[in-house]
């Protein structure tokens, strides 16, 4: 979907005849690419439920006050601050104060930082609020139009600023380990990815590795934030998601997606996105 740029967010407000704002989600997906999606959204009432992505989130709020929970610590994120958070980290997400909030976000597959570090551990920033004097006004400009198209050089040169604030603001540092098995790794995530309809056994993940199932537990985790089955639920709802946006009813969508029925789905979405897949779909701009 495409749509003009708002001003700042504010255009995402829902006005009423009073000058008032009626609560509200509102979604704006922008151009992406391969590993690569960029959003804008605004909340007013509601927020959202705990929930965790199994790609780094790297926002900048708009306007108003953005708080979530996030390892323990209530975090408060003001305009034109950035928040960052870890894949498979659960957090959730509500207004500061009846104004509400808005941000752009770019979601970013682990899989590109691990192709940007050469294998390096993924970068784990603790503190997941940067503050202006520290933000990269370079990636700014990354969310400046989320609509302009991503090339092959654009996409790469956005997962390498991406890249770069994760390890400006990283508590891990690289050490010395034992190195991933980076391609035999990717066999099993391509494999999954390929059709996440289908549920994949361990002997097929060995089959295609080369791997002992321990290993491939143990550095799927590693290499790619989050484990295999939950990898294969995301790309689940990748699809489920696809279809919504397309118009398909919600138990169909959940047939096509693999999932036991509607219901099924509909847990693992809002443990995915902190929206149930009604409210979701209801909130696309």
């Known amino acids: 979907m495409r749509h003009e740029s708002p001003d700042g967010g504010a255009g995402l407000r829902r006005h009423l005849p009073d000058g ?5 989600h509102r979604l704006r997906f922008g ?38 929970r996030y390892r323990g610590e209530q975090r408060h ?71 302009e198209p991503l090339d092959e050089v654009e ?22 380990r034992a190195p991933l098995a980076l391609e035999a790794l990717a066999r099993v995530r391509d494999l999954i990815a390929g059709d996440p309809t289908v549920r994949r056994t361990l002997a097929e993940f060995e089959q295609v590795s080369g791997l002992d199932r321990w290993t491939v537990a143990r550095q799927f985790r590693d290499a790619f934030g989050t484990s295999p089955t939950r990898f294969r639920t995301m790309r689940q709802l990748d699809l489920a998601r696809l279809l919504l946006r397309d118009g398909v009813p919600l138990a169909e969508a959940a047939q096509l997606a693999g999932f036991a029925d509607q219901a099924h789905m ?19 701009a």
């Open 20 to 24: 008032g704002t009626r609560p509200g």
């Open 155 to 176: 996409r790469l040169t956005l997962t390498l600023r991406v890249v770069r604030t994760l390890v400006r603001h990283s508590s891990v540092r690289p050490g010395r």
């Open 266 to 284: 509909s847990r693992m979405f809002k443990r995915a996105y902190g929206l149930t897949p009604a409210t979701w779909t209801a909130a696309l």
């Open 77 to 147: 994120c003001l305009p034109g601050e950035w928040h960052v958070l870890h894949p498979d980290e659960p957090h959730d997400g509500v207004a500061g104060t009846d104004e509400g909030f808005a941000y752009r976000i770019v979601y970013l597959d682990p899989s590109l930082v691990q192709d940007a570090l050469g294998g390096a551990p993924l970068p784990f920033v603790a503190d997941p609020v940067i503050g202006r004097r520290d933000a990269d006004p370079a990636l700014a400009a990354c969310l400046r139009d989320i609509d």
């Open 31 to 68: 151009s992406g690419a391969a590993g690569i999606e960029r959003l804008e959204a605004s909340l007013t009432g509601e927020g959202f439920a705990t929930h965790r992505h199994d790609t780094y989130a790297v926002g900048m709020t708009l306007r108003g006050v953005q708080t979530f």
